[in-house]
């Protein structure tokens, strides 16, 4: 596995963003997209916004997606997977590149056929504790005209990522800008943050 963190951390700094295929195996992408549906089905898949607990705002024509949060400590299998994976991540950017993370958030997200979330950072204003973004995709046979592409706006111009299940894309919070286009069927990922407080 260290050589995915590997490749992902050079990649990060050769380009600014890092894409990488079968991260996740085709096996826990089942699951957890199995997982997500449960959730949605039992009305705990809530409407997303923007901003912080305490200034938190609802902005349909901004974002649309629908989100619920993993428990670090879940017991669920191919939730416990997947979050050992984000923390091997951490762990191996603490040692290699001395980054000094100490948690990481991670949500579920749907996005329904005509949503889509606006250009925008993931880094508060009001807090730097994001310091790396993760995506990391579940869905099915996904085709170009599905859209719902994570589109990037590095130095170099943009760039779009297919949401490809197994997939994950790993960037600077505070540094780059990026939108969800609108989707045309239904688009499932696990979004969260690497953060050092």
């Not at 990488?20 to 039992?42: M, Q, T, W, Y």
């Not at 979330?117 to 995709?137: A, P, T």
């Not at 045309?184 to 953060?195: A, D, N, Q, V």
């Amino acid at each position: 596995m260290n050589e995915k963190f590997e490749f992902l951390i050079v990649q990060l700094i050769e380009k600014g963003y890092a894409v990488l295929d079968d991260f996740i195996p085709e096996k826990v992408v089942k699951s957890l997209a199995e997982n997500l549906h449960k959730r949605f089905s039992v009305g705990e898949m809530k409407e997303a916004g923007i901003g912080r607990s305490n200034d938190f705002q609802k902005k349909e024509n901004y974002r649309s997606d629908v989100i619920s949060w993993l428990d670090n400590d879940t017991d669920q299998e191919a939730e416990r997977i997947f979050l050992d994976l984000i923390d091997g991540l951490m762990q191996y950017l603490n040692r290699t590149c001395y980054t000094s993370l100490k948690t990481y958030e991670i949500h579920y997200a749907m996005y329904k056929p005509g949503t889509f979330y606006k250009r925008h950072l993931d880094q508060f204003q009001s807090d730097s504790g994001r310091q790396f973004s993760v995506v990391s995709y579940l869905n099915d046979d996904w085709q170009p005209e599905d859209g719902g592409e994570l589109v990037l706006y590095t130095n170099e111009g943009e760039i779009t990522v297919l949401p490809k299940g197994g997939r994950i894309v790993f960037f600077k919070s505070d540094v780059l800008e990026h939108e969800v286009k609108t989707a045309h069927r239904e688009r499932l990922s696990l979004t969260g943050w690497l953060k050092n407080g």
